[in-house]
């Protein structure tokens, strides 16, 4: 069983950057697509963007396209999300997700492995 690990979260301003990482260990999720999503006290988990088994597809909320970047190095089986120009409504506990699928996907149901999260806040 693979273990997803994220970390890179903290308190930021408005405006500022940040990178969050996620190391899988166990086994290799070459294979697979991978998802970051993103819960908000007192709401529910949501996507925020994934990427392809191979790092060549990826996806995004509208909410974050243009903002966000999601990479992966499956040679140090790791996943990236790179946050920018970061406002107040990014605050949540950001989730790296293992898929079922090897294509990138918003369907929260069809990712099975998931890591703690790490928090990011953004004070205005």
């Known amino acids: 069983q693979v273990q997803l690990v994220e970390s890179g979260g903290g308190l930021v301003q408005a405006g500022a950057s940040l990178r969050l990482s996620c190391a899988a260990s166990?086994?290799?999720?070459?294979?697979?697509?991978m998802g970051w999503f993103r819960q908000a006290p007192g709401k529910e988990r949501e996507f925020v963007a994934a990427?392809?088994?191979?790092?060549?597809?990826?996806s995004y909320a509208d909410s974050v396209k243009g903002r966000f970047t999601v990479s992966r190095d499956n040679a140090k089986s790791m996943v990236y999300l790179r946050l920018s120009s970061l406002k107040p409504e990014d605050t949540a506990v950001y989730y790296c997700?293992?898929?079922?699928?090897?294509?990138?996907?918003?369907?929260?149901?069809?990712?099975?492995?998931w890591g703690q999260g790490t928090q990011v806040i953004v004070s205005s």
């Open positions: 997700a293992e898929s079922l699928l090897r294509s990138p996907h918003s369907g929260i149901n069809q990712y099975n492995v």
């Open positions: 990427i392809d088994w191979s790092g060549s597809s990826t």
């Open positions: 166990g086994r290799t999720v070459s294979g697979r697509a």
